[in-house]
């Protein structure tokens, strides 16, 4: 999961794979395509409400789309306007689980996309987040529930005038952070937070070797 640089406060050191804009400075092309997790859920009647031409995809992946005529070509100002799209329309900011390069950016929905489903169900690690977890400080919230409405994890409940954070279910999206209006939530550093493999081929042999560790 990445989140949107805006949202992470100054005073934490933010690492290049969770900066989204990185991603789109530094891309020679970049795609955008109809998410097929939403397109799938209307060619089965069951159509989700959220914007539909919001996945990204960077460098040969975008032009392989492109070409395809899966997607088309944009600029970085449309990118970023695809990215401020998906933010207000609270969507989760998932990629490739890689730090220096991601071939893509899915703006995902709990309601139809398999990744957020399924982190959002269990059947994938609660591992699969960014690498910061939401704060909360109880003398500036004023108790609105804007957070707690915006929140696909269901990680958010209130209690009286303040809201509660279930820790296990938040992903670090920063999604709720933008809805606040006192500033009353803010993202640190998750500890113990994992830095990714900076490449495919250096992912790949991290799952390999995880692998072979669980079969012993």
Known sequence: VITVEQEIPTDVTIHPYDRVSMYIDQAEYIGVSVCYCRH???????????PKDVCMTFGPQAKYVAERGF???IS?????????????AGLIHCSSNTGGYVS???????CHCGIIRSIKSGIIPMG?????????????????GSCVERCQMEALSLNGDSVVRKAERCIGCGLCISVCPTGALKLELRKGALVPPQNQRE?????????????Q
């Not at 089965?44 to 959220?50: F, G, M, R, S, Y």
């Not at 990215?83 to 207000?88: P, T």
């Not at 893509?104 to 709990?110: G, H, L, Q, R, S």
């Not at 992912?203 to 079969?215: D, E, F, H, N, T």
């Open 40 to 50: 799938h859920g209307e060619l089965l009647q069951n159509p989700c409400d959220k």
């Open 71 to 73: 997607g088309r070509l």
């Open 76 to 88: 970085k100002e449309e990118a970023r306007q695809v990215l401020d799209r998906s933010e207000e």
């Open 104 to 110: 893509f950016i899915c703006n995902c929905c709990a």
């Open 128 to 144: 699969a987040v960014s690498s910061f977890i939401m704060m909360v400080d109880e003398h500036e919230c004023n108790g609105c």
């Open 203 to 215: 992912l790949r042999l991290s799952l390999m070797s995880a692998m072979q560790q669980i079969k």
